[in-house]
């Protein structure tokens, strides 16, 4: 049986679905022009990331820092693996991006806001979705334990 997830886990991972849903939404009123619309949508999509941030570092230090195994072998050990290193190295690209995001946006510097997120949108939903993922392979599917 896979192991418990605590309150925390299970609301990161909402928090990060929410945050996924978020930037989708936000990218699809930005096509079509609906300024003002998108930009509180991905407001709320950085205040629902950030406040993920915090509550995975508060849940970090309520468990020393303790983490999960995932008990699989082979391929799926190695997959499992190669998608939590992605994960965590663009995780930490988020942040930075996403401010500089919402400066520029705010700003009204739209042709550089428009050359960042062509590529920084990506990253950010692949972490949100990676991060339910994730959660749901550790927590629902974590073979052996």
Request: hydrophobic share 60%.
């Given at each position: 049986?896979?192991?418990?997830?605590?309150?925390?886990?299970?609301?990161?991972?909402?928090?990060?679905?929410?945050?996924?849903?978020?930037?989708?939404?936000?990218?699809?009123?930005?096509?079509?022009?609906?300024?003002?619309?998108?930009?509180?949508?991905?407001?709320?999509?950085?205040?629902?990331?950030?406040?993920?941030?915090?509550?995975?570092?508060?849940?970090?230090?309520?468990?020393?820092?303790?983490?999960?195994?995932?008990?699989?072998?082979?391929?799926?050990k190695a997959a499992?693996?190669?998608?939590?290193?992605?994960?965590?190295?663009?995780?930490?690209?988020?942040?930075?991006?996403?401010?500089?995001?919402?400066?520029?946006?705010?700003?009204?510097?739209?042709?550089?806001?428009?050359?960042?997120?062509?590529?920084?949108?990506?990253?950010?939903?692949y972490v949100s979705?990676?991060?339910?993922?994730?959660?749901?392979?550790?927590?629902?599917?974590?073979?052996?334990?």
């Open positions: 049986m896979p192991p418990v997830p605590d309150a925390l886990a299970s609301t990161n991972a909402a928090l990060n679905a929410a945050a996924a849903l978020l930037l989708w939404r936000g990218r699809g009123l930005a096509r079509r022009g609906r300024v003002d619309a998108h930009r509180r949508v991905m407001l709320c999509a950085f205040a629902l990331s950030a406040l993920f941030l915090a509550l995975y570092l508060a849940r970090k230090l309520v468990f020393g820092f303790e983490s999960h195994s995932f008990h699989a072998a082979g391929a799926a499992y693996l190669l998608l939590l290193a992605s994960h965590v190295v663009l995780a930490m690209t988020v942040p930075l991006l996403a401010i500089l995001l919402i400066r520029l946006g705010l700003a009204d510097r739209r042709d550089a806001h428009r050359r960042l997120a062509r590529w920084a949108w990506p990253v950010w939903m979705v990676t991060g339910v993922v994730l959660y749901v392979l550790l927590y629902h599917l974590n073979p052996g334990t």
